[in-house]
Structure formats: structure tokens, C-alpha cells
């Protein structure tokens, strides 16, 4: 699919790994308007299967709309991070009023991650503690692989204030306690940024599922595999690196559900 001179490759799975009795993630793919996203239902909360689902399907039908308004007005870059922030707002109020309204799911609460592929630009926007990260091949001077969002966390937090270190942190009893959520309080301050896309940069957006059992060298070393082998096609390169991503948490213990998305940029032909 095209965008200008943004071509897109993409592959995507969710596991429930081997502790949980059910899956509270949930993902969207919607390749024809260049848009991937992932949402990770709040542990402990009775409605957090309920809304990972619900935040992916109000966010798919606004960005089906935004996506027309933007091909239809010529919007600019800073028009393009408004839109989805607002409308990550309004997904924030939908679930806040639903929480209000159902018993049966009251506290439900989610991450959100997502990036909208605008012209050459990625558009990110995030929620809590699910992740976006970025691969370059090694020709680029830029670093390899680095993280693209900093985490809704009291431990991040805590990190960036120096009162832990990231190897500290690992093993914190605060570990899993956000400081932002979709759902949980009637606003909600999305973080949103935008950068330039080169051929072959790779995304990856993913849970804690896999970020909490799976080393970033580990994961890199997936990455580099799926951008440097040309002994496959993209897509199945695609396919092998999401499935050895979920393979590689289950791995370390798989005691979270495990979601992945990967999204390859202009890739050359092979």
C-alpha cells in the first residue's frame, strides 16, 4: 500500500502466553489507512479484557474518519498529531463514560500505543507503558534500535528522577502501576510525536508482555535478522520475527500476554 513515497509492510500476532486465564490484549491493523495500534486491558481490573477491545474499536472507526479528512483538506503534519491526539482523547472519554454507566466493567481501564503513517512521517501517539521502538540497518549513522516512547510508569518515573536505576527497576514492586490509562479519569494527556521514515526502518509495537521477558538485546537481535536476511521474502521475514518475538517471551516464562506489531517501511525488492 502507498502513501506518497511510503510503501508498508506489516505482521502482527497476540498470545496469551502461559499464566493468564484469558488474553487482554488487543490489536488493530488497518493497513489502507496506514494505521497500527495495540491495547493492553489493565491487570487486576474486572473490565480490562473489555477494554483493550473497546479502545481498539473506537479508535479504528475515528481514525477511518480522520484518515478521509486528512486526504480530503490536504492536512498539514501538525493538523495530522492534533487529530490523533484528539481522537485518542475521545476514546479516553468513551470508556470513561462506560465506566460510569456499567457495573459489570467498572474500572476498566488500558495502554494504548499507536503510530499513523502520514507522507513520509510517523505519527506516534501512547498510553501507559505498551511501547514503540525503531530499527535501523547498520548502514545508518543513527543508533540501531532505540525506544520511541517513554513509559506512563511510577517506576519510569522513578528512573527518570534518579531515584532508581533501569537494572533496579526490573525487579521494583511498583513495576506495573501506571500513572496514565485510557479510561480511568475523565482526561487523559496522550504523549504524540512525529519523525521522519527511511526505507527499511522497522517499527515494533508491543506490551509489557514481551518488554517484561524479553531483554532488548534479545529483541534487537530478532529485528536485525528480519532486516538484513535476504534469503526470504519481507513478509515471511515479517511473520518469522513477530513469531520469534512471542516465542522468545513464552521463553523467559511467558507470564504475561505477549502482542506484537511490525511494520516495515519502503522495503527494496527482493
Known sequence: MTNASLALLYSSQTDIGYVREKNEDALKTIPEHRFFALADGMGGL????????????????????????????????NEVVALLGAAVERVNSALFKENQQENNSRGMGTTLCCVYFFKNMAILAHVGDSRIYRFRGSERKAPKFIQLTEDHSLVNELILQGELTRQDALFSPYKNILTKAIGIHPHVDPAISSLPVLPRDLFLLCSDGLTNYAGEEEIEEVLSKISLNSNSSYEKSLQEGVNQLISLAKSHGGGDNITAILVLSNPSPR
Open 46 to 77: 474486572p473490565g480490562g479484557e473489555i477494554a483493550s477491545k473497546r479502545c481498539m474499536e473506537y479508535l479504528s472507526e475515528l481514525i477511518c474518519q480522520i484518515d478521509l479528512e486528512i486526504k480530503s483538506k490536504e492536512a498539514s503534519e
